[in-house]
């Protein structure tokens, strides 16, 4: 079992900056991939950002240029720092980790962005 906490959400004015924390614990043998998604009212969870295993990035067209994925191995921990935020980004923004078969994702943490 996996287990994902993240921290870093809030509120911040449009032009700022938030940084997500990911920190994941328990039965970690081999992680495929990690990375970020995210939940708008009324929206499907779509996809932001995501290291797969070898170390190829992923970003959705949306936030090319504004956010960046990071990890650190080490403490199996993934990093979203965002930047440029707009109104558009604001949603619950979740955690999620692959490790073969098994899919895990985090509580999820609010992220708003005032105009």
């Known amino acids: 079992q996996v287990q994902l906490v993240e921290s870093g959400g809030g509120l911040v004015q449009a032009g700022g900056s938030l940084r997500l924390s990911c920190a994941a614990s328990g039965s970690i043998s081999s992680i495929n991939a990690m990375g970020w998604y995210r939940q708008a009212p009324g929206k499907q969870r779509e996809l932001v950002a995501r290291i797969i295993r070898g170390g190829n990035i992923n970003y959705a067209d949306s936030v090319k240029g504004r956010f960046t994925i990071s990890r650190d191995s080490a403490k199996n921990t993934v990093y979203l720092q965002m930047n440029s935020l707009r109104p558009e980004d604001t949603a619950v923004y979740y955690c999620?980790?692959?490790?073969?078969?098994?899919?895990?994702w985090g509580q999820g943490t609010q992220v708003t962005v005032s105009s």
């Open positions: 999620h980790m692959i490790v073969a078969p098994y899919n895990y």
